[in-house]
Each structure stands twice: as C-alpha cells, then as structure tokens.
C-alpha cells in the first residue's frame, strides 16, 4: 500500500515569487491536512480538506492557500514567498470519522532566498 | 481549545535505560491523543494513540503510553532503549470531532548514549 506522497521533495524559491506543493494520499483516504514545521514555530496547522471543502483553517495569512480535487489529491499554494515562509511542509492523510491517525508524507523543503 | 505540553526539549538516557517523554495536554472535550516520531529529514510516524478505548497504549518499538485524566498527562514510556530510539518525539491532540487538526507540541529530542 503506497504512503503519503509529496512533490517536490526539495524547492528553493526566490523571495516574492509563488509556489504550489502537491500531496497525494494514501488510497481512500479522503482527509487531508498540511502543517508547517520551523525550528522556531514547531509544527503547526494549516489547513485540513475533506472531499473537496476546507474543513479546518489554521492562523496562516491569506498568502497560504490550498485546495483539493475529486480523486482526494491536494496541492496547497503560497503566494508572494518571505524569508520566513523557509520551512517544511508536511502533508497527512486520514480516513473521516475512523481515529487510526494521521499518515503524514516525507515532506516539501522549501527554502526562500 | 487543545493545547500540548512537552516537557523537556531534550532527554538523554544510556542505551538499555528506561525512556520516559512526558506530555500534558488541555482540552475542554474528550481527546483524542497521539505520540509521532521523526527521523531527520523525514516526515512523522506514528507510534501510538490513545481513542479513549483503554488508558494503557501500546504502540510500535516496544513504546507504549498511559492516559491519566485526573493528570492530564499521556506520557510516553519505553522500558529498554535502544540506539535507533534517538529521535525527535511530538505529542499532539485532537478534539473528538475528528477534524483532521492536529495540535503539536513543541517536541522532545531523545538522544541514546552507547
């Protein structure tokens, strides 16, 4: 059975410019929710999607968006990149209404310069 | 609203020793609990979590955890450590909605000495 699959795995972007990661979830699952870790901040919610609709938001400004299509995969976009948008970017899958946890993917590094 | 506390960013114990992470949490519904491990330059596994269907968790790698709710605590144990341990460890709660909303902790670095 395939994980969670984050592309790219590595990105260096220049400041001001956008970047869209995609995340592809385990199979049937229709849950997915994307995370920022930093050294500083720590791992924290962005956002979560289920069958299409954003469920959940977290405390990110607007720049930060995502959306998910009909076969559960998500991309999430962040518009006019800062130094600190520097991060990893987790994504997790899960299964709505069943607790076995969340699969999380290897990660996107982006890193702005 | 769930919060997660971590205490002690770092733990160090020889190969062979008990590992005991400690983690409190808050919240005003039922929780669900969740122990995560992370392997440099990798994304989270999970270990255990805790569902409210026995306060005794046994997860992989011989880990396991208890939920007291009189402490509000979850704290995660392994009785012997081996050097593959040696990891970055993140407790996180979940409210009983199942939203797909993790709260982290701040994480605890467990380093194995031979």
């Known amino acids: 059975k395939a994980g969670v699959t984050q592309t790219p795995r590595y990105l260096i972007k220049t400041r001001g410019q956008q970047v869209t990661l995609s995340c592809s979830p385990i199979?049937?699952?229709?849950?997915v929710s994307w995370y920022q870790q930093t050294p500083g901040q720590g791992l924290q919610f962005l956002f979560e999607?289920?069958?299409?609709?954003?469920?959940n938001k977290g405390n990110f400004p607007g720049r930060f968006s995502g959306r998910q299509f009909s076969n559960s995969r998500s991309e999430m976009n962040v518009s006019t990149l800062e130094l600190g948008d520097s991060a990893l970017y987790l994504c997790?899958?899960?299964?709505?209404?069943?607790?076995?946890?969340?699969?999380f993917g290897s990660g996107t590094r982006l890193t702005v310069v | 609203a769930q919060s997660v506390t971590q205490l002690g960013s770092h733990v160090s114990v020889s190969e062979g020793a008990l590992v005991l992470l400690r983690c409190n949490y808050s919240?005003?519904?039922?929780?669900?609990l969740f122990w995560y491990v992370q392997y440099p330059n990798q994304g989270l596994q999970l270990l255990l979590k805790?569902?409210?269907?026995?306060?005794l968790v046994k997860g992989i790698n011989g880990f396991e955890a208890e939920f007291k709710k009189s402490e509000t605590s979850f704290h995660l144990t392994k009785p012997s450590a081996h050097m593959s341990d040696a990891a970055e460890y993140f407790c996180?709660?979940?409210?009983?909605?199942?939203?797909?909303?993790?709260?982290f902790g701040q994480g605890t670095t467990l380093q194995v000495k031979p």
């Open positions: 996180a709660v979940e409210g009983s909605s199942n939203t797909g909303k993790l709260i």
């Open positions: 199979s049937g699952h229709r849950s």
């Open positions: 919240s005003s519904v039922p929780p669900y």
């Open positions: 997790a899958s899960g299964v709505f209404g069943d607790s076995f946890g969340y699969t």
């Open positions: 805790y569902t409210s269907a026995a306060t």
């Open positions: 999607y289920f069958s299409e609709t954003q469920r």
